[in-house]
Structures are given as structure tokens and as C-alpha cells.
């Protein structure tokens, strides 16, 4: 079978599932600025977003075993985030408007996420400060480990974290990425 009826196939599997409401989790992959994505989204709203290595492979096993196995490649269900994400990339945009699904995270982890999301554009704040903003302020380790296992980064922005000292700090999408994207916040 060649790949034009592959992907017609496919194209017509995530339609009929979405149409018949057994479709899950939908996902698909963009390039960006830093490295190709995958992003999948359940009804709910976002629920993933991960970096090339991250092993998208291993990231979708995930998401069939805790969320659900009816996983798809249905690009439709995430043009809206796929948009954002291309116009935070531009630089024409600095927050992004999407329903997320934080079923991911739980307990601390989450009090974390939420509070990154007040992190605004082009500011960073370090671990301490964001673990006494989350209520534990002597869970400094616990933020690392919240951001590095975040699985919404950069609509949830865990780069915008860094070490007291001023210095970036470990990322899932890898010291460059988190380089490159508070370099293209600050311009």
C-alpha cells in the first residue's frame, strides 16, 4: 500500500472514530522551532505535549495505558493548539488559550502546573520561589522533578523556571530548547 492511501485510510479511521465517539486521544506531531512535537489531546482538552526526546513512541504506550487505548493519529482535533503553538513560535502570541487536561499530574506536581501557568511571558522565577508559591516552600527538589515530568511544557511554561543563581537548569526538551525559548521570550 502506498503512502497517500495509508494516510487516506488513517484520515478516515480518526474521522469515523471521532464521529462515533470512541476516539479517545487524538495526536499528531508538528516541527517547530525546537524540534518536531507531539501533541495529543483527549475531549477534555490538551493533555500532552512532548519533545522529540521524548521518544513519541514510548509517550503514546503511555497515554494508551493511563488514559485510554484508543489512541489516533487525528490531526483535527488539535488545529486549534496547533495554531497557538505556530504563533507563540512568531512571537505573536504570549499565552495560549486551550482547555487542558491535567489527569497527568496529581497532589503537588499539580499545584506546581498551576502555578506555571502564572509565570507571564518573558519572566522566569527559580525553584524556591515556585515551590512557596505551590505551599511547600522547602519542596525546591519536588518543583524540579514536577517541571521535568510536566507534560504540558510550553503551553504549561516550565522553561520559564530556573535555578536561584540565574542559571537555566535542566528541561525535558533539552538545555538548547529551554535556551532558545527564554532567548525568544526576552527579545
Known amino acids: 500500500m502506498d503512502e497517500d492511501t495509508t494516510t487516506r485510510l488513517r484520515a478516515k479511521l480518526a474521522a ?36 522529540a526526546r521524548q521518544d513519541h513512541e514510548a509517550v503514546l504506550e503511555n497515554l494508551a495505558e493511563v488514559v485510554s487505548p484508543r489512541v489516533l493519529r487525528a490531526p483535527g482535533r488539535l488545529e486549534e493548539a496547533t495554531r497557538q503553538l505556530g504563533e507563540y513560535f512568531d512571537g505573536q502570541r504570549r499565552s495560549f488559550d486551550l482547555p487542558l487536561d491535567f489527569r497527568l499530574s496529581r497532589g503537588f506536581r499539580l499545584a506546581v502546573l498551576t502555578h506555571l501557568a502564572e509565570i507571564g511571558y518573558g519572566k522566569t522565577e527559580s525553584y524556591a520561589e515556585v515551590a512557596t508559591a505551590a ?53
Open 135 to 187: 505551599g511547600s516552600p522547602r519542596a525546591v527538589r519536588a518543583v524540579g522533578t514536577a517541571c521535568a515530568t510536566n507534560p504540558l511544557p510550553l503551553v504549561v511554561p516550565c522553561h520559564r523556571v530556573v535555578r536561584s543563581d540565574g542559571s537555566f537548569g535542566g528541561y525535558a526538551g533539552g538545555p538548547e530548547a529551554k535556551h532558545r525559548l527564554l532567548t525568544m521570550e526576552a527579545a
Open 16 to 51: 469515523a472514530a471521532e464521529r462515533d465517539g470512541v476516539l479517545d486521544v487524538a495526536y499528531r506531531t508538528v516541527d517547530s522551532p525546537v524540534g518536531e512535537l507531539l501533541l495529543a489531546a483527549t475531549e477534555a482538552g490538551l493533555v500532552r505535549v512532548a519533545f
